[in-house]
């Protein structure tokens, strides 16, 4: 199963992006999606997750960050407000769930996508 995101990109303190990730393969089911980021020298973080039954967010991001999923197109949002400093980071997305890797091999999946850059200015 491959990740793809979108929308990551330089902004100013207090501006908007909207980040993208789309799951691709033959998935019958994604039990959660899921953003991280990761700054230089620092660990992975979890910013939110969401499954079918709510959504988690971060202490740092709550109230500007909110997390959002299409289930038709496997794709999982992350609207981000009042971007700070602080928030520059690569921005990860995450997927878990049952895909097809082969004939007869259905299994779980827990993949990641490539990566995309979040750089606010102050």
């Known amino acids: 199963v491959q990740l793809v995101e979108s929308g990551g990109g330089l902004v100013q303190a207090g501006g908007s992006l909207r980040l993208s990730c789309t799951a691709s393969g033959i998935i019958f089911s994604i039990k959660l999606m899921g953003w991280y980021r990761q700054a230089p020298g620092e660990e992975r973080m979890l910013v939110a997750t969401i499954t079918s039954g709510g959504s988690t967010i971060a202490d740092s991001v709550a109230g500007r960050f909110t997390i959002s999923r299409d289930n038709a197109k496997n794709a999982v949002y992350l609207q981000m407000n009042d971007l700070k400093p602080e928030d520059t980071a690569q921005y990860y997305c995450?997927?878990?769930?049952?895909?097809?890797?082969?004939?007869?091999?259905?299994?779980?999946?827990?993949?990641w996508g490539q990566g995309t850059q979040v750089t606010v200015s102050s």
């Open positions: 995450n997927a878990e769930g049952v895909a097809s890797f082969g004939a007869h091999d259905v299994r779980d999946f827990a993949s």
